[in-house]
């Protein structure tokens, strides 16, 4: 009995391992090639934070010989040997080898009753700099640098004098020399700690974690984890779910399948489950919107005239005054949409129901029939910058009446004319809201090249190459200028509706 309860336990592993890991929605993978793209890119704003290293006056005594040093200004870097790479579990490796660094700066020296005041320009040689960053979830759900070593040295220093007394200055030099080396090395590290833990992070606060769509919706993008990072790339897993904004803490169960990716040739990839557009789809039907209604005159009439033949029976024996009565269409999702993803496409299933009613004015409503409609929209996924966005087309369409099976035998007649209404009035008006789009979790100013959307088992991926619109210190420069901005749109969450305009 005691071997069994403490079996028990370990059987409860692997089914608490995978109740703690919850599948992302959306997840992302970036390549080493994508990394030597942000390498160029990085490698500039590293020459301009070197740029502007400030070192602290020196000045000291040797016998009779007295020195100041200030104003030391970089006038130059070159920076010929780069790498940045991953480093398994969580890091980015950033290496610079065999860089040189110019200088100029003030002097003032006595030498016994000699006393000179000038520039002196100098080079520091065989600059090293190796730095790791560590990557990680804040508590938000961004990701962050949340950590950084480094470690800088200078193999060698000389500077240059000229004048009466450069001989002199020469043989004097060393204690000038080895100073500046030193105080220019101890100031390497803590303006790259800067740029990474301040400005860099700072750039990283522009990917949007929980953002609003339009006045119904919002995304979360809050991390689930720390980034996996292996030799060759680095993932992030999203939790990718749409909430409806009045509900912001209501939360979708994700039971789909859990995105893979195994490509690395392009620089990122971007892979969507069935789960993301679910909760697109479940959060716009909580919110009332997926309804649509036709009255009167925006009715087709080639329809109006079909429907009146059609129930005429019904139309018959009501009360003459309301024969003519205006019809009104109402057409309501019944439950919310589902995707599926099949290597062969995309496509969502929609469930609704049509009430068609005559509508005599200053009298209630007459229902002539009530109709329940299953169709299948096939959906092309596309990016557009760093919008996904999606298209849709009416594929199947069938109606049936809820009452009887004769009654659905007689609505027979009016299943394509209906279908003809939905692509032409309704479709139109969904893909008009659909590609508006939504952002992709990225920084501001990077973007996507050259994209291509494969289909999975449960899932797509979007392959594509990046490039930056927009450089690195621009960005930052923006951000550390102007307050940000809050993501979300001023308007307000509107509560769910049931008024059937709403598409």
């Known amino acids: 009995m005691a071997a069994s309860s403490h079996l028990l336990p370990l059987l409860l592993l692997p089914w608490l391992a995978a109740a703690s890991h919850s599948p992302p929605g959306c997840k992302i993978r970036i390549t080493s090639k994508g990394l030597d793209l942000v390498k160029h890119e990085g490698l500039r704003f590293v020459e301009q934070e070197l740029e502007n290293i400030t070192v602290s006056d020196l000045h000291g005594k040797e016998g009779q010989f007295h020195y100041n040093i200030s104003q030391v200004k970089v006038m130059d870097l070159q920076l010929p040997f780069s790498n940045l790479h991953f480093q398994p579990q969580q890091h980015l490796a950033f290496n610079i080898n065999n860089a040189s660094i110019s200088l100029r ?11 000179d005041i000038g520039s002196i320009n100098a080079s520091a040689d065989g600059v090293h700099i190796h730095t790791v960053l560590q990557l990680a979830k804040d508590e938000v759900g961004r990701l962050k640098i949340s950590n950084m070593s480094c470690n800088a040295s200078i193999a060698r220093m000389h500077a240059g ?13 060393t204690f000038i020399v080895t100073g500046m080396r030193f105080l220019l090395s101890q100031q390497i590290c803590p303006s790259l700690e800067h740029a990474s833990l301040v400005l860099l992070n700072s ?9 609003y769509v339009d006045e119904h919706i919002g995304i979360d993008y809050s991390l689930l984890r720390d980034p996996a990072v292996s030799p060759e790339t ?25 995105p893979v990716i195994k490509e690395t040739e392009r620089m990122v990839y971007v892979a969507f489950s069935e789960y993301f557009f679910d909760s697109a789809m479940h959060a716009y039907f909580q919110a009332g919107v997926l309804a649509i209604e036709l009255e009167g005159e925006k009715v087709p009439k080639d329809l109006e005239v079909l429907l009146r033949a059609t129930f005429f029976g019904t139309i018959f024996m009501l009360n003459p005054a309301v024969v003519d009565a205006p019809l009104r269409l109402v057409l309501q999702v019944s439950a ?18 049509l009430n068609i009613s005559l509508v005599p004015a200053d009298r209630p409503a007459i229902q002539l029939s009530s109709m329940a409609m299953e169709s299948k929209l096939s959906a092309k996924v596309y990016l557009q910058g760093k919008a996904l ?20 035998l007689a609505l027979f007649s009016l299943q394509a004319p209906l279908k003809t209404l939905l692509q032409l009035t ?10 508006k789009g939504v952002q992709i979790p990225l920084p501001e100013g990077m973007d996507f090249t050259r994209e291509v959307v494969t289909n999975h088992a449960g899932f797509l991926t979007v392959g594509a190459d990046l490039h930056f619109s927009k450089g690195l210190r621009e960005v930052i420069e923006k951000y550390r200028s102007t307050p ?9 969450p509107t509560a769910a509706s049931t008024d059937p305009h709403q598409l």
């Open 105 to 115: 700066f003030r002097r003032q020296l006595l030498y016994w009753f000699f006393y």
């Open 161 to 173: 004098f000229s004048g009466t007394l450069r001989k002199v200055y020469e043989f004097l030099s």
């Open 203 to 211: 750039l990283l606060d522009t990917v949007p974690v929980r953002n």
């Open 234 to 258: 680095l993932d992030l897993d999203f939790k990718g779910m749409f909430f409806y904004r009045a509900r912001e803490d209501q939360e979708l169960e994700n039971h789909a399948v859990e």
């Open 336 to 353: 919310p949409p589902r995707c599926v993803i099949k290597p062969s496409g995309t496509s969502i299933s929609v469930s609704a129901f």
């Open 389 to 408: 966005r999606v298209q849709l087309d009416l594929r199947r369409f069938r109606i049936y009446s809820k009452q009887s099976a004769l009654e659905s």
């Open 426 to 435: 309704i479709m139109p008006i969904i893909n008009e809201r659909t590609k």
């Open 484 to 492: 940000a901005v809050p993501a979300e749109p001023t308007v307000q």
